[in-house]
């Protein structure tokens, strides 16, 4: 009975679709203005998933010192207190893909949010460094599948002409978390002295997290399941109540339809990522993961204190400067958001990567020079983060999570984001050794020739997607 009544569903969906002379309307014509409210809404409480992405991985820079002294940590130990989050987070996006597309993007996000939760609270407890690790390790897998699911689900509810935006939005919540950690840590460790730091300030940052933890997970008990998800799960229906909302009625049919007959096409098989055309799409999707890391922004990000006294700065000066290198990250991000949609993908990927390469080379003839007692070393190093934030840093998660088909897009989408924590991994324990041995000259310039090389790969490699569908995308790949 189900089925009939799903077919009688489906076959008044398209009755009602069919201009009544049976010629296809322009688009232009039949989409009313979407409502912008609703999407946004929804999508600032699925990006939010970025915001304890950013507080989660940048929140340790400030208790690192502390966590030294209260476990008597040793070097090693100290660099498995940063990373080990990393490992959580491969662990989560590996498996984000296929939780997604069984489960459903909401009912996983809300699991992922319980585990940060855990993994938050966790960290501030234990009396213990290997109480501290695995507690690192299950916050990790939450943010593991945040990070790729979050931009999944917006790309897949966000109108075409507002994709990019409300997708880099998840970028926007990653450097604010990291931004406010930085104050919320020196609120923390303010509060008491010296030996209360290493007793409990740490507990307390860590524990902070749980703040935005529970807003997330309650705030996802009001936003609706993914549209395409729900008509590959044969609920059209479903699927159209949320398509009403964002679009007119008519537009809203002729989505339904248009997404039902691209998720016909596909078997969602694992092999079916290796095929024509997907394929394609998979290897651009992994290499610019990769090169968002190996030019070099998290080796900033994590460990810009040390490269600040490599220049001569003092340790006051130093994080100062840190912190107005989260904040120029910040707005350059929201910058990102305004020119993602107008200029489109592949030319802020072009734009930004070209900055990057010209920054990353003067950075390295300044300390090949001796030339870093001035502020040439912070001005390249701003416009560096500049140039990322407005480019790769908000740009490929657009890119991930709009050119894969709709049927493998979450694994695919999963294996992207994977990519991307094991090439972080690499960088932030390759940097330290790699600063001691080779020196910063050699190394600034090796991230230098990674940007290049992104350079090179976007202009060959990379379509712009600006304003099309995510079926139209889709089309795109199957032709190639």
């Known amino acids: 009975m189900s089925l009939v009544i799903q077919q009688e569903t489906e076959g008044q969906i398209e009755e009602q679709t069919q201009p009544k002379n049976g010629e296809p309307l322009p688009l232009e014509q039949t989409a009313e203005k979407p ?65 997604g597309d069984k489960f459903g993007r909401k009912k996983v996000l809300i699991a992922a949010s319980l585990l940060f939760i ?48 409300l997708v880099a939005l998840n970028q926007l919540a990653i450097v604010t978390g990291i931004f406010l950690v930085y104050f919320v840590n020196s609120w923390i460790a303010g509060q008491g002295d010296d030996a209360w730091d290493v007793s409990t300030a740490w507990r307390w940052m860590f524990g902070a997290g749980a703040v935005p933890g529970l807003l997330f997970f309650i705030l996802l008990f009001f936003v609706p399941e993914s549209p395409r998800w729900l008509i590959k799960q044969g609920r059209p229906q479903e699927a159209l109540a949320t398509l009403l909302k964002i679009h007119g009625e008519e537009l809203a049919r002729k989505e339904v339809l248009a997404i039902k007959a691209s998720s016909k096409e596909e078997s969602g098989s694992f092999g079916q990522l290796f095929m024509p055309g997907a394929r394609a799409a998979l290897l651009i999707g992994v290499i610019l993961a990769v090169l968002q890391q190996i030019t070099g922004i998290n080796a900033i990000m994590y460990y810009a204190p040390i490269i600040f006294k490599e220049a001569g700065t003092g340790t006051d000066a130093s994080l100062l400067q ?6 120029v990250n910040l707005v350059f991000t929201i910058l990102s958001l305004w020119l993602v949609d107008k200029v489109g993908r592949k030319a802020l990927l072009l734009i930004g990567s070209a900055s990057m390469t010209v920054c990353l080379t003067v950075i390295g003839l300044a300390f090949h020079t001796g030339q870093t007692s001035g502020p040439l070393v912070l001005i390249f190093i701003l416009l560096y983060v500049a140039s990322f934030a407005v480019s790769l840093g908000a740009v490929l998660w657009v890119v991930l999570s709009e050119i894969f088909p709709s049927r493998i897009r979450g694994r695919a989408m999963a294996i992207g984001t994977m990519a991307l924590w094991v090439a972080d991994y690499v960088v932030s324990h390759s940097f330290p050794p790699l600063l001691a041995s080779a020196g910063p000259a050699l190394t600034f310039w090796l991230f230098a020739l ?31």
């Open 450 to 480: 990674m940007s290049l090389i992104t350079v090179i790969f976007t202009w060959r490699s990379i379509p712009e997607t600006k304003g099309k569908s995510l079926e139209e995308i889709e089309s795109m790949w199957a032709v190639k």
């Open 322 to 327: 840190t912190i107005l290198i989260g904040f």
């Open 35 to 99: 409502n912008m409210l609703f999407v946004t809404l929804v999508s600032i409480v699925a990006a939010l998933g970025g915001v304890l992405f950013g507080f989660d991985t940048a929140v340790v820079s400030g208790a690192l010192g502390f966590l030294e002294q209260r476990f008597d940590l040793s070097q090693a130990q100290l660099g498995w207190a940063v990373s080990s989050i990393i490992i959580g987070c491969i662990a989560g996006s590996a498996f984000s893909g296929s939780l």
């Open 118 to 165: 855990g993994g938050t609270v966790g960290s501030a407890l234990p009396d213990t460094f290997n109480g501290y690790i695995l507690a690192r390790i299950i916050g990790g897998v939450g943010i593991g599948i945040t990070s790729a699911l979050c931009p999944l689900y917006n790309a897949e509810i966000a109108p075409a002409k507002y994709r990019g935006r």
